[in-house]
């Protein structure tokens, strides 16, 4: 079956300190992996994609993200965050049709001053 | 400005009632899409249109039912034969061509009354 798991629903850093968001995946054909963020009540955001081609991208807003086949992982990384990245967090799995897309569930970012 | 347009943003429905939620797009995008949100549940695909005058059904039709009548255009009717409608609601489009970036409207809350 396909799915997306992202394992942490909630995660609170402190501003200035670095961090990941997980996200496992499992998909039939060749994946191709996005991540977005959505602000309360807002739409959501594209962050960064992957496709093909180097298995770590940036993305926006200094974040970046690595793409393991081989853990079916596609982990979301940042070394500094910010007060204004507190939002929730999705990763999503498609298909050639880019807009067919299975999220996962999400994970709330707390930033602590 | 380019963009996708929801509204009402906001939706009160008694049941029993039929409600069309309405998503207008200026990107000149071939391919819409309507997802619905719930709290710790992620995205679900509920239909989508890659061509004016035809859509398919995503993981979630039942009880919905939608039109495509012209490119820009893709309303959603939430029916009354679905069973727990009160959700959040997002429109997406994207050129429909492989890698190109889904946008996301800004969503429409619908709460049955």
């Known amino acids: 079956a396909q799915s997306v798991t992202q394992p942490d629903i909630h995660i609170t850093v402190s501003e200035g300190a670095s961090l990941e968001l997980r996200c496992n995946y499992s998909?039939?054909?060749?994946?191709?992996l996005f991540w977005y963020v959505q602000s309360p009540g807002q739409g959501l955001q594209l962050l960064l994609k992957?496709?093909?081609?180097?298995?770590l991208v940036q993305g926006i807003k200094g974040f970046e993200a690595e793409f393991k086949r081989s853990q079916s992982s596609f982990n979301l990384r940042k070394p500094s965050v910010h007060w204004s990245d507190a939002a929730e967090y999705f990763c999503?799995?498609?298909?050639?049709?880019?807009?067919?897309?299975?999220f996962g569930q999400g994970t709330t970012l707390q930033v602590k001053p | 400005d380019g963009g996708i347009t929801q509204s009402p943003k906001y939706l009160f429905r008694k049941e029993g009632q039929n409600v069309t939620l309405s998503c207008e797009q200026n990107?000149?995008?071939?391919?819409m899409y309507w997802y619905r949100q719930d709290p710790g549940q992620g995205l679900r695909l509920i239909y989508y249109?890659?061509?004016?005058?035809?859509?398919q059904k995503g993981d979630i039709a039942e009880g919905y039912s939608v039109s495509r009548e012209k490119k820009e255009s893709f309303p959603l009717t939430v029916t009354s034969a679905q069973k727990n409608p009160t959700a959040f609601y997002l429109c997406?489009?994207?050129?429909?061509?492989?890698?190109?970036?889904?946008?996301f409207g800004e969503g429409s809350w619908l709460t049955v009354v």
């Open positions: 998909y039939g054909a060749t994946p191709y």
């Open positions: 992957y496709f093909s081609g180097d298995t």
């Open positions: 990107l000149n995008h071939d391919a």
């Open positions: 997406a489009s994207s050129s429909g061509n492989f890698g190109n970036t889904i946008y």
């Open positions: 999503a799995v498609g298909g050639s049709n880019t807009g067919k897309l299975i």
């Open positions: 249109s890659q061509i004016v005058n035809d859509f």
